[in-house]
């Protein structure tokens, strides 16, 4: 049975193998631009970029993630009782008090980002604030820092830069080889083929990536959030009202849609589509029913 160590550590080899991934499908993609162009100056170009972005990726995803949901920092005056909370249960958990930051949005959500528990960041929505009551919100702040406790905040906020980048490189080749044309020296058809192929499977790979993230990330967070706040009824029920939801948040991403407590898009008709199309996290009502099975 996997501990909260056996977590943290597999959440750091995730890590690595996400950074490996990318670095392999960058290096592929940059190979076949070079033999295509016939200019193996672009897989220098190519190696460059991924290595770049594994460490921009690493030392400030969190900032690309906090400005992509347009997260402003919470005044310790005016969020009194919002950092109160997250400061307690941070002694509580035993982890150092992560930065509070508000997204003005009226959908009630949370996310947790950082690489590391000195460089974790909290972020909830004022939607969230004005819905939930102290347990509830007691229980959503739990999660959260659960998330920063089991280390799944890297592997998360890493996959942000990562995944996006992969998806846009993969859309400016795409382009080049339709309007740019190849090398005049290149004759063989199948370097073009195997170019424009991969150019189209990279952003599929890196979406595969992203979802290879562990589901069973968010149920282990409901279960150290539940056993930290010795309350499973309180999350339990806060998942109920954001499920209960129905419109997306403003500024809802399929980049940074695992990093949230649940799903951005909202349970209209298209959200509910895009959540099995790009799902990485369980059903709510699964998540309610193994809170509600919890003994603490």
Known sequence: MATLYTQQSRNV??????????????????????????????????????FA???????????????????????????????????????????PKPRVYIIEDPAPNAFATGRNNEHAVIAVTTGLLSVMDRSELEGVLAHELSHVGNRDILVMTVAVVLVGV?????????????????????????????????????????????????????????ASGALLTRYPDGLASALQKIGAYNAPMQRASTTTAHLFISNPFGTHQAGQFLQKLFSTHPPVQERIAALHGMNV
């Open 13 to 50: 080899a995730r890590t690595w193998l996400l950074m490996g991934v990318f670095l392999v499908l960058i290096m592929a993609v940059g190979f076949l631009a070079a033999q295509y162009y016939g200019n193996s100056a672009i897989l220098y170009v190519s190696v460059g970029i991924a």
């Open 53 to 95: 972005m594994n460490f921009f990726a690493y030392w400030f995803s969190d900032k690309v993630a906090i400005r992509s949901a347009g997260a402003k920092p919470a005044g310790e005056t005016e969020y009194l009782e919002l950092h109160r909370i997250i400061e307690n249960l941070a002694i509580t958990a035993g982890l």
């Open 166 to 222: 992969i998806s846009v490189l993969a859309n400016i080749g795409l382009r080049m080889s339709m309007f740019g044309g190849g090398s005049r020296d290149n004759k063989n058809p199948l370097v073009l083929i195997g170019f424009i192929v991969a150019i189209i499977l990279a952003p599929i790979a890196a979406q595969l990536i992203q979802l290879a993230i562990s589901r069973r990330r968010e149920f282990l967070a409901d």
